[in-house]
């Protein structure tokens, strides 16, 4: 059985996991889902937040396991995967990318959201005055980013979401191939997504080599939508 770090992605917590962590702890699995900084739980102020503190915390995350993980990024916790397989590679068996943002060395999450032509993410999006964080309206919430999720999983959300600090989105990435590039990837896309384009993903996997690809046909969340569907795929990459 293996040990799954679980990372969320942005405005959400650790919480956003909980319908996928009892299916594979039934399986036998360990399951950890942390909150990253400034988000869920967490209470670092947001204009302390940056890359490096979320690649951070996953590594003394991983390092507190007592095994190497399978470490699993959704929508722009790829990022932090990223930048985590970085600095503590030996900790992690495979990095998975949900939907997630799966970028080069020397490129920002920004780059790439502004170059997603097809993608509804940017109608959404409310920038503090003083640029130090994004707020999510909650008009067209739904379809851009719960197209098959139930009214209470879109409530919910709404009820738990956090501002997203603008820093890390705007850092560009550190990674070479000694470190971040002899980590195992393996990328699930998700066909009927409107936040972060099919096409982009398609792109990301394409670029970054990734020894499997698997598709689902949700919308950006499946881990509300597709829980069951979730889990089995993530399990079936357990040594």
């Given amino acids: 059985m293996s040990t799954y770090v679980l990372i969320h992605g942005g405005w959400a917590g650790g919480w956003v996991w909980d319908k996928v962590t009892p299916l594979l702890e039934r399986n036998g699995h360990k399951v950890v889902t942390p909150d990253l900084p400034s988000h869920g739980n967490d209470e670092t102020p947001i204009q302390e937040v940056t890359l490096q503190s979320y690649a951070d915390q996953i590594c003394e995350v991983l390092k507190a396991q007592s095994a190497p993980a399978i470490l699993v990024g959704h929508s722009s916790g790829g990022i932090a995967i990223t930048q985590a397989a970085e600095y503590c590679p030996d900790r992690i068996e495979t990095l998975v990318y949900l939907s997630a943002y799966l970028l080069p060395n020397g490129v920002s999450l920004l780059q790439y959201v502004t170059g997603d032509t097809e993608s509804s993410i940017g109608s959404l999006l409310i920038v503090a005055e003083d640029q130090s964080c994004v707020t999510l309206r909650e008009e067209g919430l739904k379809a851009v980013i719960f197209g ?79 829980p069951e569907e979730l889990a089995g795929h993530l399990s079936s990459l357990s040594l």
């Avoid at 971040?180 to 398609?202: H, M, N, T």
């Fill in 148 to 226: 098959d999720c139930a009214d209470e999983d879109v409530d919910r959300f709404k009820s738990l979401m956090v501002p997203e600090a603008a820093a890390p989105v705007a850092t560009p990435l550190t990674t070479t191939e000694e470190n971040f590039g002899r980590v195992p990837r393996v990328y699930i896309e998700c066909l009927q997504d409107r936040a972060i384009s099919p096409s982009v993903q398609k792109e990301m996997y394409t670029h970054i080599r990734c020894e499997r690809v698997i598709s689902m046909n949700t919308s950006h969340m499946p881990l509300f939508s597709a």
